[in-house]
């Protein structure tokens, strides 16, 4: 509540809160190359915006065990809008996590990921598609509800993933870390609500500017001109 009076009182957020977690990000995480953590930054802004946009990437972490793949995707699962790791890879766990809290899913160990799930999540890139469907109530009182999958989602795995979802995907090869440097992760570090704080400061105050500036491309096709 005191960090909603706040903003309600001072409706601003810091000019540099992207670069501050880019330096936890790189505080916490090894990945493979420096333009990784800017792209780790981007994309968890972009969570904040998703319905604003008519498609949103995936992120793939990829590599063996001990490759710190896990570690990254709870600073994801940290940052992210409303995001939620999921235990159990269902369809109900997957409708219902998006659908009623438009957050972000990760899941850990995506190679688990069954058949029947791959075209629900596939098609859950666009702002249209992954849409899931519920009957409830019985008799008279019957009626169906249609859920929207759509959303950013982020996945680890040590096994390559079924080709349909992997082409939604932004892969990332991880290694196991060189760096002596890198802090370990509970979960509970100060840093965290400090920088969802700000993001959410940030998309209350400027939603309307990347509203304006954003410009999907279509590309037409033969003959409509």
């Known amino acids: 509540p005191h960090l909603a009076k706040d903003f309600v009182d001072s409706p601003t957020y810091l000019k540099d809160f992207y670069r501050l977690i880019k330096k936890s990000l790189y505080d916490y995480v090894d990945l493979p190359h420096r333009s990784h ?3 780790f930054g981007l994309w968890i802004t972009s969570t904040y915006f998703a319905h604003l946009f008519y498609a949103v990437p995936y992120i793939h972490l990829y590599g063996p065990k001990g490759s710190g793949k896990t ?3 709870e600073t994801l699962n940290y940052l992210s809008f409303n ?3 999921l235990s159990t890879i269902t369809e109900a766990a997957i409708g219902d996590t998006i659908s009623d809290q438009r957050g972000v ?4 160990q995506a190679e688990r990921i069954k ?4 075209g629900l999540l596939a098609d859950g890139y666009k702002r249209n598609g992954g849409r899931r469907r519920i009957v409830q109530g019985s008799g008279a009182n019957r009626e169906v ?10 996945l680890a795995s040590y096994k390559p993933l079924h080709h349909d979802l992997s082409d939604r995907c932004i892969r990332i090869n991880m290694a196991k870390t060189s760096r002596d440097d ?4 509970n979960g509970h570090e100060e840093c965290w609500p400090k920088h969802r704080d700000q993001l959410y400061r940030f ?13 999907p491309c279509f590309r037409n096709r033969r003959g409509s001109g």
Do not use: M, N, Q
């Not at 899913?105 to 850990?108: A, F, G, P, S, W």
């Open 71 to 73: 570690k990254a995707l």
């Open 145 to 154: 509800r249609e859920c929207s999958t759509y959303g950013h989602k982020a």
């Open 37 to 39: 953590y800017d792209l």
């Open 105 to 108: 899913v990760t899941i850990d």
């Open 203 to 215: 998309a209350l105050t400027r939603w309307s500017d990347v509203k304006k500036y954003y410009r």
């Open 182 to 185: 890198v802090f370990d992760l």
């Open 83 to 85: 995001s939620h790791k």
């Open 115 to 118: 058949p029947d799930l791959v």
